[in-house]
Each structure stands twice: as structure tokens, then as C-alpha cells.
């Protein structure tokens, strides 16, 4: 499955942006899906995931009540809505499909870039 990012862009802190992962060439809803993010000089790490049914989303302690991960198989498509924005949260932001659950990651989008000003 190739994978398609967008969304990201540039907003002042307390701000919102939405991020869509938009999958094709393989049949998207058999997929478990996952947000990452990487900063400047920094590890790349786990942001969001949810299943392939849209149930069972786990997010990352950091984002816990300001982030919503979310799906559309009908549109091969999962979201990212990123609500009350810090500057901490600047990284280039990436989706991520796999097709066993306990497995890695298999397939990457090519990122998209989010900056928060303070």
C-alpha cells in the first residue's frame, strides 16, 4: 500500500490542524494504521494507531485529550485532528500501515511538516 500525507502546515500555539493519510494499491481497510512524528535532531516516535476497524486507538501519553486519530475505510483515509497545538509539537508527522497487529510497520508515508509558534 502506498501512503499519502497531508495536512500539515504552520499555526500559532492553542491552534488546530488535521492531517489525512490517504492509502491506495492495496485494500486499505485490512490495514492497523499509525501517526509518528519526528522533530529536529530527535528519535521518531509514536503519536496515535488504531486498528483496522477504527477500534482500539491508543494514543501517546503527550497527546491524550488534544489529539484524534480517526478512519474512513470507505475513503482510504485516516485523520489525525490535532487540537490545542504546542510548539513542542513541531515534527515532520508521518503515517505508518501494517497488516499484523503485533507486528512492525511495514509502509510509510512520506511526511508532512507541522509547525507550532509560540
Known amino acids: 500500500v502506498q501512503l499519502q500525507a497531508s495536512g500539515g502546515g504552520s499555526v500559532q500555539a492553542g491552534g488546530s490542524l488535521r492531517l489525512s493519510c490517504a492509502g491506495s494499491g492495496g485494500t486499505f481497510r485490512n490495514y492497523h494504521m499509525g501517526w509518528f512524528r519526528q522533530a529536529p535532531g530527535k528519535e521518531r516516535e509514536f503519536v496515535a494507531s488504531?486498528?483496522?476497524?477504527?477500534?482500539?486507538?491508543q494514543y501517546a501519553d503527550f497527546v491524550k485529550g488534544r489529539f484524534t486519530m480517526s478512519r474512513d475505510n470507505a475513503k482510504n483515509t485516516v485523520y489525525l485532528q490535532m487540537n490545542s497545538l504546542k510548539p513542542e509539537d513541531t515534527a515532520v508527522y508521518y503515517c505508518a500501515a501494517k497488516s499484523i497487529l503485533t507486528g512492525p510497520y511495514n509502509y510509510w508515508g512520506q511526511g508532512t511538516q507541522v509547525t507550532v509558534s509560540s
Open positions: 488504531t486498528s483496522r476497524g477504527g477500534s482500539g486507538t
